[in-house]
């Protein structure tokens, strides 16, 4: 068993001990039946004093973690304590769960100090930061994140990431294409989420397998501010069959783009021009981010907001 003792804390050496045997048993690094070292040699292996280390033991075992066998030993009880854990415990839980998993992978404990340090020093993330080069996609993302996330959501180019007025308060996320090179970007020790796309292709391509060949010859609209959809539906439709002189592409960012729309079967489309198309138009809309893809992200918010967060969505 390892502890961590603070000889210069406010918090008592017996207090520490209490919490990381509790924590030990938690997070199973001390089984049920497990024999623990006599005072004598906690005290001597830590350099604390015996009465510190038998006053520890006798708390734990009012508390129902540890029982005294006699001319055993002490030994971690059976089963758990029925009383609720104190909301303490139950950070302290957490928390415990942390190292044990970082020991797992190999983590120094320096390195833990270090790192706990470092994230209790931080105020904790209250936005997301969508860095994208292309304007009109960093759009897409960001209307489509909205829809699924509670905290604000900015955006900006790679360029402007690795400014302190961008990063601070913010959890950067990207695009999996993107990602290497924003990383070299950022500064040191920035945690950068890479967001799971939806291939606009293969959804258009299932999409196009129902609809098709009964309105292949009809005339299909394809509209989008971001340039690569336009393309990618282009070249998607095309190969499915419908000749290009049946294929309206607009540009929602350029004048009189609906020109022609209501002549169209349906407009393939991604998730913001959707929005913007007469209320006549069937609208095939197409997403980037899919249910699995904001999950992970939704995970975090309620992690650094609390539960109400995920309550209030």
Same mark, same amino acid.
Request: aromatic share 4%; net charge neutral; hydrophobic share 40%.
């Given at each position: 068993?390892?502890?961590?003792?603070?000889?210069?804390?406010?918090?008592?050496?017996?207090?520490?001990?209490?919490?990381?045997?509790? +924590?030990?048993?938690?997070?199973?690094?001390?089984? #049920?039946?497990?024999?623990?070292?006599?005072? *004598? $040699?906690? &005290?001597?292996?830590?350099?604390?004093?015996?009465?510190?280390?038998?006053?520890? =033991?006798?708390?734990?075992?009012?508390?129902?973690?540890?029982?005294?066998?006699?001319?055993?030993?002490?030994?971690?009880?059976?089963?758990? #304590?029925?009383?609720?854990?104190? #909301?303490?415990?139950?950070? $302290?839980?957490?928390?415990?769960?942390?190292?044990?998993?970082?020991?797992?992978?190999?983590?120094?404990?320096?390195?833990?100090?270090?790192?706990?340090?470092?994230?209790?020093?931080?105020?904790?993330?209250?936005?997301?930061? /969508? %860095?994208? #080069? $292309?304007?009109?996609?960093?759009?897409? /993302?960001?209307?489509?994140?909205?829809?699924?996330? !509670?905290?604000? %959501?900015?955006?900006?180019?790679?360029?402007?990431?690795?400014?302190?007025?961008? +990063? @601070?308060?913010?959890?950067?996320?990207?695009?999996?294409?993107?990602?290497?090179? /924003?990383?070299? +970007?950022?500064? &040191?020790?920035?945690?950068? %989420? !890479? +967001?799971?796309?939806?291939?606009?292709?293969?959804?258009?391509?299932?999409?196009?397998? *129902? =609809?098709?060949?009964?309105?292949?010859? @009809?005339?299909?609209?394809?509209?989008?501010?971001?340039?690569?959809?336009?393309? %990618?539906?282009? !070249?998607?439709?095309?190969? &499915?069959?419908?000749?290009?002189?049946?294929?309206?592409?607009?540009?929602?960012?350029?004048?009189?783009?609906?020109?022609?729309?209501?002549?169209?079967?349906?407009?393939?489309?991604?998730?913001?021009?959707?929005?913007?198309?007469? &209320?006549?138009?069937?609208?095939?809309?197409?997403?980037?981010? @899919?249910?699995?893809? /904001?999950?992970?992200?939704?995970?975090?918010?309620?992690?650094?907001?609390?539960?109400?967060?995920?309550?209030?969505?």
């Amino acid at each position: 068993m390892r502890l961590w003792l603070n000889r210069t804390s406010e918090v008592s050496l017996r207090e520490q001990l209490i919490t990381q045997v509790i +924590l030990a048993i938690l997070c199973k690094e001390l089984l #049920p039946a497990q024999r623990l070292p006599s005072t *004598r $040699d906690m &005290a001597r292996r830590f350099n604390i004093h015996a009465n510190t280390a038998s006053a520890a =033991y006798r708390e734990l075992e009012r508390q129902g973690w540890l029982e005294f066998r006699h001319g055993s030993g002490v030994y971690v009880r059976a089963t758990r #304590p029925a009383t609720p854990l104190s #909301p303490e415990t139950t950070v $302290d839980h957490l928390i415990g769960e942390l190292v044990a998993k970082a020991r797992r992978q190999g983590a120094s404990e320096t390195l833990l100090r270090v790192r706990l340090r470092r994230w209790l020093s931080l105020e904790p993330p209250s936005r997301w930061l /969508v %860095i994208e #080069p $292309d304007p009109e996609l960093r759009r897409i /993302v960001i209307h489509e994140m909205s829809q699924a996330l !509670t905290l604000p %959501i900015h955006g900006c180019s790679p360029e402007e990431c690795a400014a302190p007025a961008k +990063l @601070d308060g913010s959890m950067p996320v990207v695009l999996p294409s993107k990602a290497p090179a /924003v990383r070299k +970007l950022l500064p &040191a020790g920035v945690e950068l %989420i !890479t +967001l799971q796309v939806h291939p606009v292709s293969l959804e258009l391509q299932a999409y196009l397998k *129902r =609809y098709l060949p009964e309105h292949g010859k @009809d005339l299909i609209g394809i509209a989008s501010r971001w340039t690569e959809f336009q393309r %990618i539906g282009h !070249t998607m439709l095309v190969a &499915a069959g419908l000749s290009p002189e049946s294929l309206l592409v607009c540009d929602p960012g350029k004048p009189g783009w609906k020109r022609g729309l209501e002549a169209t079967a349906g407009v393939v489309c991604d998730s913001v021009t959707a929005l913007e198309l007469p &209320a006549n138009i069937f609208a095939m809309r197409f997403t980037l981010l @899919d249910e699995a893809s /904001v999950t992970p992200l939704r995970a975090m918010e309620t992690t650094l907001t609390g539960p109400e967060a995920e309550l209030s969505a």
